[in-house]
């Protein structure tokens, strides 16, 4: 206050009032806010202090400076961290919906082991994404829509493609292995030496991404015609036989013969090949939830081998899903206990729960072709699991049969005792019931083996030369050539429609380098098949045939008992026509397989879903419908329909895959 009173004289009054009362001041209206003045009040403010006042503001002052430094660079790098956090943060949010949308590798992509890229290390290694709809082979379930007509396609591949994005997101959720599920191809890696060699490490399903990249072939009419038949049956199927072994169509129910799903698990390939993912994924639901072989009953050997194994294996392959495999293997091991006989011949039948076999009640032999067809199942189960016993048991059933005496020229009789090993009740010789897949798979086997197993195409030669030299004759007026039977020295001019499948099978060899005359008789045969076909009233084949070998005026080369004229749907001239198709290219083929869809859906097309089996195939105003629909319509017939009708020799290739007597496709160990 000393201070303020010694410059009274003049504006230091001011000085006070503006530094002690400025508010006052202010509200009197005499503040001077000048530059000049405020600083030069200021300074003389600074003079007023002593020198300890001054020591302590200038120290605060400088304290206070540091302090500013310091907090400037920590808050720099505060900043600097908000502004990259933020960016990641913008990253991850566009980074997630990348990662759900692209379209991932079909095997994960190898990761670098020194690769450091955070919590989604594969983020700046993704490449963009891919359409979904542009790949042809894609992964499990990520079925390509079959191209159909312009109309539907941009409908149709607008939902596929939102499908497949969902199924992408599964797949990386799954981590699942996935597979082509066209035209899987063995890459080099993959493929086996024949077992004989090497036993075996367990094995991969056949992948491939590089068949993958190839421009899908666009399914045509026909193909969608199969479809939409298949459909037709499937409906009958679902609606009133669901996870029962086979549709009765009429009655709207079903029969059990070994009360495991049979049409279903026939059925799967044919709707992974057919591009049906819905009814896929339905079924297989089924078969994860539902498919129980712990069940005290007897199956029979060959036909849960050819349906049940076949199929389960043939849809691993194709689908790259180990539930199948898993199901492959447990069946495979229930059947096993067949095999412990005196003989190592098979029996007919296993209980699959209790683990015992027996062989049918009248008689202790087993069919020929039974246990002579089960070979190609089993092998492949040891190849796919590393354990040998399967396909140990059934070589020596093959070893054994080689050796065997009671041939004729490589024809074999029908029958083989399970404590002798012998062949008995010798003297018949037929292509048809009984021992018709015993020649399929021979050569089959040879294929399968990459065609090193010298015996197995030994007794395919000598049978295919016992076939031109004791069955075939030619019938009148037509001279159509044709396989007839031999009973102890008498030929009859009876032909099983069983025998059709022979024409497919003579091309196969041929198409593996067996001599050009197999490809000839493959030609006549077929011939023949389709004649049993296109001389009947309705257009379908009787189970059986007898061949005029006289012209008689006013009569077909085809005459049909009446105890023969049904028609079971059965498949094996579609598929000798689908094997002509394939390594000829002659459009006839298709054609005629046309006639045939044509007439199922005329005289066995049931309107309430599905088709059935006829009593009368002379009969076109009542083919008398029998009420069943067998399992092998949808895992057969209905598939040689679709491939032979396709133009893609990818759809299941032939050097990549040989089909099962059941046409279940199954990889080539070593492909052409
Ligand atoms: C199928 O189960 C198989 O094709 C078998 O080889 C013969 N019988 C039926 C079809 O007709």
Redesign the pocket.
């Known amino acids: 206050a000393a201070m303020y009173s010694g410059a009274a004289a003049g504006p230091p009054r001011r000085d006070f009032i503006s530094v002690t009362l400025g508010p006052e001041t202010v509200g009197l209206g005499g503040y001077n806010n000048s530059k000049a003045w405020r600083r030069r009040s200021c300074w003389r403010k600074w003079k007023q202090l002593s020198r300890l006042q001054r020591s302590v503001i200038l120290f605060l002052f400088a304290f206070l400076a540091v302090c500013g430094v310091i907090s400037y660079t920590s808050m720099g790098e505060a900043w600097k961290s908000i502004t990259n956090k933020s960016l990641d943060d913008q990253r991850t949010e566009q980074a997630i919906p990348r990662l759900k949308l692209a379209n991932p590798a079909v095997l994960p992509a190898p990761q670098k082991a020194d690769a450091n890229h955070g919590d989604y290390p594969e983020l700046s290694l993704q490449k963009p994404p891919k359409l979904p709809h542009v790949r042809r082979g894609p992964p499990n379930l990520q079925i390509k829509a079959p191209q159909r007509d312009t109309k539907l396609k941009t409908r149709h591949d607008t939902m596929r493609a939102v499908e497949e994005l969902v199924e992408v997101d599964k797949v990386e959720k799954t981590e699942k292995s996935v597979i082509s599920w066209r035209g899987a191809v063995i890459e080099p890696d993959q493929s086996t030496e024949p077992p004989s060699n090497k036993i075996m490490e367990p094995e991969k399903p056949s992948s491939v991404e590089a068949e993958d990249q190839k421009e899908p072939v666009p399914i045509n009419e026909r193909q969608l015609a199969v479809i939409e038949a298949f459909r037709h049956a499937w409906k009958g199927y679902k609606d009133f036989a669901w996870g029962h072994d086979e549709l009765k169509p009429l009655s709207k129910s079903y029969s059990e013969w070994f009360g495991l799903g049979l049409t279903l698990i026939d059925a799967l390939d044919t709707m992974w090949i057919l591009g049906l993912k819905e009814e896929f994924e339905e079924a297989r639901k089924w078969v994860a939830n539902d498919l129980v072989f712990d069940k005290n009953v007897d199956v029979n050997l060959f ?1 849960s081998t ?2 049940i194994l076949g199929g389960l294996l043939s849809t691993y392959h194709l689908s790259g899903d180990s539930l199948f495999l898993e199901k492959a293997k447990d069946i495979g091991n229930r059947l096993m206990p067949a095999f412990k006989t005196p003989s190592k011949i098979p029996y007919s039948d296993v209980n699959i729960g209790r683990g015992t076999a027996h062989p049918p009640r009248w008689t202790s032999d087993s069919t020929v072709a039974e246990v002579t ?1 089960i070979q190609l199942e089993f092998r492949e189960l040891s190849r796919l699991t590393g354990d040998e016993k399967f396909q140990k048991a059934v070589d020596e059933v093959m070893k054994h049969v080689h050796t065997l005496s009671g041939k004729n020229d490589g024809l074999v009789p029908m029958f083989i005792n399970t404590n002798s090993g012998q062949f008995t009740h010798l003297g018949v010789y037929t292509l048809g019931a009984r021992a ?2 015993y020649y399929e798979y021979l050569l089959k086997q040879w294929i399968q083996g990459g065609k090193k197993e010298n015996e197995l195409l030994e007794d395919y030669m000598r049978a295919i030369e016992g076939v031109k030299k004791h069955l075939l004759q030619r019938s009148e007026p037509k001279k159509l050539t044709f396989v007839g039977e031999l009973a102890h020295g008498h030929f009859s001019a009876k032909m099983d429609h ?1 025998v059709c ?1 022979l024409p497919g099978t003579l091309a196969l060899g041929a198409h593996n380098g067996l001599p050009a005359d197999h490809m000839k008789l493959a030609e006549t045969l077929i011939e023949t098949c389709y004649q049993m076909y296109a001389q009947v009233e309705t257009g379908l084949s009787p189970e059986i045939v007898h061949f005029n070998l006289h012209a008689q005026k006013g009569h077909k080369d085809v005459e049909i008992k009446p105890a023969d004229r049904h028609n ?1 749907l ?3 001239t579609v598929e000798s026509l689908f094997y002509m198709y394939r390594f000829t290219g002659d459009k006839k083929y298709q054609d005629w397989g046309w006639e045939i869809l044509q007439n199922f859906n005329r005289y066995t097309r049931v309107p309430t879903g599905g088709y059935t089996s006829i009593n009368n195939v002379q009969n076109p105003s009542n083919p008398e419908p029998r009420d069943k629909m067998e399992s ?1 319509f949808l895992g ?1 017939t209905l598939k040689y329909m679709f491939l032979l009708f396709s133009d893609d020799i990818d759809l299941i290739n032939l050097d990549k895959y040989v089909f099962n ?2 046409a279940h496709p199954l990889p080539i160990w070593v492909p052409a």
């Open positions: 036909e050819i349906r067809s018709d897949s069983l499948f079971l059965r498949p094996e092998f057969e007597t059941e």
